[in-house]
């Protein structure tokens, strides 16, 4: 019996068995125009060596969606093309030989309805080790309508969450508690109790504050909760303390969660890393609850911060956006840890707009449309001091949560003066600009007659008030405004 | 003590020039401006009440000002009085800014109560000194 060897590739119909380019099976479509109810996704393609950009777009395309390395019959149980992701734009990257932003849109019967992890597995699943590649990026997504509309959504939203503290027209302020390791139950309630009669709005576990030899959690919420009441009773004032849940499996976050609530908290907190079914677990819980949920976003840095591989944090602070949390580290700009000021503005953007512009020089490669999901409040955390709240107020906003967590707990006259520095620096700057002051001007003369009348933010500003991180982003946006001739 | 509710109980009390400046920014930004007072301080106490309407379609903070001086005429001295911006606008329909405009010149607190149950488990409830005396009479000399 004869053995047929298949036509040469050029020879074969589309779906002969073999190999065949992914450019040619469909997943290459320069014409093809995304409908409204596509997702996009836009990926940094960087080919291996001789490898055409278009055929490694293509790839992308393909590997992220139906295709496989060689053609399958069984396509043709299918409506493939419909199936199929298709990439339609190629754009150089500029400033970037070698690298290729590549438009790829999906159709939104790819994804199962309200679930981050499917859509996860499918845009950043196997693609991402994909050997024609050195390296590959998810910059961006534009999610439609009909998408979004399957989330929850932030569980409280910032209005809700400004009305439940009673706290309107200025940033939030809190503090993360040091040392994060070793303080027993009843010391982490003390810097708890001091920061918060200061004058702050929250305190924080860090993001590895669980359950430790050295505190149970147990111990930690009970103190905390003792401390969050009498700085309530002190200042007549709504408190909070974001207890983190975080926990080894869902039963035990859902036990550290309730145990939360019964004790009156208004916060819980999880870290990025418990993944995001637990995430999206914890904000139908928290919406079932009553409870605003913080998110810190541990371990993001590992996929973020390079901008030729992985995934860029404007998708990631998309996609909780979705998933439903109330809370997200964004960035401060001007603190300690890496933030392009017009990349973080971007983000801030993604969380707190009803609709983003496409906005290339803030990193946005899309419109968004939020549809009217509830909006995510960006915090500032890592390295920031009373000295900067003209540079904060005036960058970051008001719907923002300033944490200082250093700059609280490391003031020379003790904690509760740490935030009260903060919380007088604040107002006096948010009145300031109300007034109708030049802040970013005129801010640290406000400061400075701010500190007259208050002396712990005079000895805040003597101890930091020169302190400054001033060191290169490496995520910074590949597109710079045009600018106009002055007239 | 002193209650820090609102935007700005950390600085100074505020004088007639320094509220009309934060008035102004409100009308400024579109916003109804409110008028509000209590002698129930306590945090949870949402609905303070009303000095009548909240005033739309103001162009001039001096409006506000005569309104605010009618209720300081009023209730100062023996109330809070919160002055507030509220944006009607799509996505926010709230309250985007508050703050004290006039508080009692002695304020005793708040009383904390700690009722122990179950386990090491404590229920907590805070109420305000003043409240043991009838509304209207609490901040009274």
Same mark, same amino acid.
């Given at each position: 019996?004869?053995?047929?060897?298949?036509?040469?590739?050029?020879?074969?119909?589309?779906?002969?068995?073999?190999?065949?380019?992914?450019?040619?099976? +469909?997943?290459?479509?320069?014409?093809?125009?995304?409908?409204?109810?596509?997702?996009?996704?836009? =990926?940094?393609?960087?080919?291996?060596?001789?490898?055409?950009?278009?055929? &490694?777009?293509?790839? @992308?395309?393909?590997?992220?969606?139906?295709?496989?390395?060689?053609?399958?019959?069984?396509?043709?149980?299918?409506?493939?093309?419909?199936?199929?992701?298709?990439?339609?734009?190629?754009?150089? @990257?500029?400033? &970037?030989? +070698?690298?290729?932003?590549?438009?790829?849109?999906?159709?939104?019967?790819?994804?199962?309805?309200?679930?981050?992890?499917?859509?996860?597995?499918?845009?950043? +699943?196997?693609?991402?080790?994909?050997?024609?590649?050195?390296?590959?990026?998810?910059?961006?997504?534009?999610?439609?309508?009909?998408?979004?509309?399957? =989330?929850?959504?932030?569980?409280?939203?910032?209005?809700?969450?400004?009305?439940?503290?009673?706290?309107?027209?200025?940033?939030?302020?809190?503090?993360?508690?040091?040392?994060?390791?070793?303080?027993?139950?009843?010391?982490?309630?003390?810097?708890?109790?001091?920061?918060?009669?200061?004058?702050?709005?929250?305190?924080?576990?860090?993001?590895?504050?669980?359950?430790?030899?050295?505190?149970?959690?147990?111990?930690?919420?009970?103190?905390?909760?003792?401390?969050?009441?009498?700085?309530?009773?002190?200042?007549?004032?709504?408190?909070?303390?974001?207890?983190?849940?975080?926990?080894?499996?869902?039963?035990?976050?859902?036990?550290?969660?309730?145990?939360?609530?019964?004790?009156?908290?208004?916060?819980?907190?999880?870290?990025?890393?418990?993944?995001?079914?637990?995430?999206?677990?914890?904000?139908?819980?928290?919406?079932?609850?009553?409870?605003?949920?913080?998110?810190?976003?541990?371990?993001?840095?590992?996929? #973020?911060?390079?901008?030729?591989?992985?995934?860029? =944090?404007?998708?990631?602070?998309?996609?909780?956006?979705?998933?439903?949390?109330?809370?997200?580290?964004?960035?401060?700009?001007?603190?300690?840890?890496?933030?392009?000021?017009?990349?973080?503005?971007?983000?801030?953007?993604?969380?707190?707009?009803?609709?983003?512009?496409?906005?290339?020089?803030?990193?946005?490669?899309?419109?968004?449309?939020?549809?009217?999901?509830?909006?995510?409040?960006?915090?500032?955390?890592?390295?920031?001091?009373?000295?900067?709240?003209?540079?904060?107020?005036?960058?970051?906003?008001?719907?923002?949560?300033?944490?200082?967590?250093?700059?609280?707990?490391?003031?020379?006259?003790?904690?509760?003066?740490?935030? #009260?520095?903060?919380?007088?620096?604040?107002?006096?700057?948010?009145?300031?600009?109300?007034?109708?002051?030049?802040?970013?001007?005129? +801010?640290?003369?406000?400061?400075?007659?701010?500190?007259?009348?208050?002396?712990?933010?005079?000895?805040?500003?003597?101890?930091?008030?020169? @302190?400054?991180?001033?060191?290169?982003?490496?995520? #910074?946006?590949?597109?710079?405004?045009?600018?106009?001739?002055?007239? | 003590?002193?209650?820090?509710?609102?935007?700005?109980?950390?600085?100074?009390?505020?004088?007639?020039?320094?509220?009309?400046?934060?008035?102004?920014?409100?009308?400024?930004?579109?916003?109804?401006?409110?008028?509000?007072?209590?002698?129930?301080?306590?945090?949870?106490?949402?609905?303070?009440?009303?000095?009548?309407?909240?005033?739309?379609?103001?162009?001039?903070?001096?409006?506000?000002?005569?309104?605010?001086?009618?209720?300081?005429?009023?209730?100062?001295?023996?109330?809070?009085?919160?002055?507030?911006?509220?944006?009607?606008?799509?996505?926010?329909?709230?309250?985007?800014?508050?703050?004290?405009?006039?508080?009692?010149?002695?304020?005793?607190?708040?009383?904390?109560?700690?009722?122990?149950?179950?386990?090491?488990?404590?229920?907590?409830?805070?109420?305000?000194?003043?409240?043991?005396?009838?509304?209207?009479?609490?901040?009274?000399?």
């Amino acid at each position: 019996m004869n053995i047929q060897k298949p036509p040469p590739a050029e020879k074969r119909g589309r779906y002969s068995a073999g190999v065949l380019k992914y450019r040619d099976m +469909g997943y290459w479509e320069p014409d093809y125009r995304p409908k409204d109810t596509d997702l996009i996704a836009v =990926f940094r393609v960087t080919p291996q060596d001789g490898v055409d950009p278009v055929e &490694a777009s293509a790839a @992308v395309a393909g590997e992220s969606s139906t295709a496989t390395w060689t053609v399958v019959w069984t396509d043709r149980l299918t409506a493939c093309e419909k199936y199929r992701a298709k990439c339609y734009r190629i754009d150089e @990257v500029p400033n &970037a030989p +070698g690298s290729y932003f590549a438009y790829i849109a999906y159709d939104l019967d790819l994804f199962e309805p309200g679930s981050i992890a499917n859509l996860a597995a499918s845009i950043i +699943g196997n693609v991402f080790g994909f050997k024609p590649l050195k390296a590959l990026r998810l910059e961006d997504m534009r999610l439609p309508v009909a998408y979004v509309k399957t =989330f929850q959504g932030p569980a409280t939203g910032i209005v809700v969450e400004r009305e439940r503290l009673d706290k309107f027209g200025r940033p939030l302020l809190g503090a993360t508690v040091k040392p994060k390791l070793g303080l027993s139950g009843r010391n982490y309630g003390r810097v708890v109790y001091e920061a918060l009669k200061g004058g702050l709005d929250f305190t924080k576990d860090d993001e590895n504050i669980n359950s430790q030899p050295f505190m149970h959690w147990r111990d930690r919420f009970l103190y905390c909760m003792e401390a969050v009441n009498k700085a309530e009773a002190a200042t007549g004032e709504v408190k909070g303390t974001y207890l983190n849940v975080t926990a080894a499996t869902m039963e035990d976050m859902y036990e550290r969660a309730d145990f939360a609530k019964e004790l009156g908290s208004c916060i819980v907190m999880i870290d990025l890393v418990v993944g995001y079914t637990a995430i999206q677990s914890m904000a139908k819980w928290a919406r079932r609850n009553d409870m605003i949920l913080h998110l810190h976003r541990a371990g993001h840095s590992t996929y #973020t911060r390079q901008k030729t591989h992985g995934v860029s =944090f404007r998708v990631i602070a998309k996609w909780m956006r979705l998933a439903g949390v109330d809370h997200i580290h964004a960035g401060t700009v001007v603190g300690k840890l890496e933030g392009d000021p017009n990349t973080t503005r971007g983000y801030y953007d993604i969380c707190r707009q009803d609709h983003n512009a496409l906005c290339l020089e803030h990193g946005l490669f899309f419109e968004q449309d939020w549809a009217s999901l509830n909006r995510l409040m960006p915090v500032a955390s890592g390295g920031i001091h009373a000295g900067q709240m003209h540079q904060l107020l005036d960058l970051l906003g008001e719907d923002v949560v300033l944490q200082f967590g250093g700059g609280t707990i490391g003031h020379p006259m003790g904690i509760a003066a740490g935030a #009260t520095a903060n919380r007088v620096a604040l107002e006096a700057m948010v009145f300031a600009r109300n007034a109708g002051r030049d802040i970013v001007r005129e +801010g640290p003369e406000i400061l400075e007659k701010a500190a007259r009348q208050c002396l712990p933010l005079k000895q805040a500003l003597d101890t930091w008030g020169e @302190v400054t991180f001033d060191y290169a982003s490496t995520d #910074t946006p590949d597109f710079v405004p045009t600018t106009t001739a002055a007239e | 003590m002193r209650i820090t509710q609102g935007c700005f109980s950390f600085l100074p009390d505020l004088n007639d020039g320094d509220i009309r400046t934060q008035v102004q920014y409100c009308i400024d930004q579109g916003w109804a401006v409110n008028i509000e007072f209590t002698d129930d301080p306590h945090p949870r106490n949402t609905y303070w009440e009303m000095w009548g309407m909240p005033m739309f379609d103001i162009k001039d903070a001096a409006a506000v000002m005569l309104e605010f001086d009618a209720c300081r005429k009023a209730y100062g001295g023996r109330c809070y009085i919160r002055i507030s911006g509220f944006d009607s606008t799509h996505g926010w329909e709230a309250v985007r800014i508050s703050f004290i405009a006039s508080r009692p010149e002695n304020e005793p607190g708040f009383r904390m109560i700690r009722q122990q149950t179950s386990g090491r488990s404590v229920r907590y409830t805070i109420e305000p000194y003043a409240a043991d005396r009838p509304e209207g009479d609490r901040y009274r000399a």
